[in-house]
Nanobody
């Protein structure tokens, strides 16, 4: 499985950015995909997850501002970031896992376990910088 992120860059506070993640050799019928991030001097944290039946979950810090969607035909997940703020500055990582093992990602998203303890599949990351 390979995950390739794109769409990172710089945006001013209040602006929008759209991240994409294309998955190759990812053929699980049940799965979850999503985004984690790590800001400067901060711990890695979950941002949003979507599963094979389009159920979504978000970190409290991005609810109402970020939207995760997917194009199943293209094995691609998107993260629409609206009303970005400086706290959103981070390296954003695409993640993916087979359905039976997704519990760890959801636990990390809810912060019941540290995100660094998750395994699964990770992309190389794309940088997002929000300036004031």
């Amino acid at each position: 499985v390979q995950l390739m992120e794109s769409g990172g860059g710089s945006v001013q506070s209040g602006g929008s950015l759209r991240l994409s993640c294309s998955a190759s050799q990812f053929t699980f019928n049940r799965y979850c995909m999503g985004w984690f991030r790590q800001g400067p001097g901060k711990e890695r944290e979950g941002v949003a997850l979507i599963d094979s039946v389009d159920d979504t979950q978000y970190a409290d810090s991005v609810k109402g501002r970020f939207t995760i969607t997917q194009d199943k035909a293209k094995n691609t997940v998107f993260l629409q970031m609206n009303n970005a703020n400086t706290e959103d500055t981070a390296t954003y990582y695409c993640v993916a896992e087979r359905g039976q093992d997704c519990g760890v990602f959801y636990a990390a998203l809810r912060r019941t376990i540290p995100a660094v303890t998750t395994r699964g599949y990770w992309g190389q990351g794309t940088q997002v910088t929000v300036s004031s």
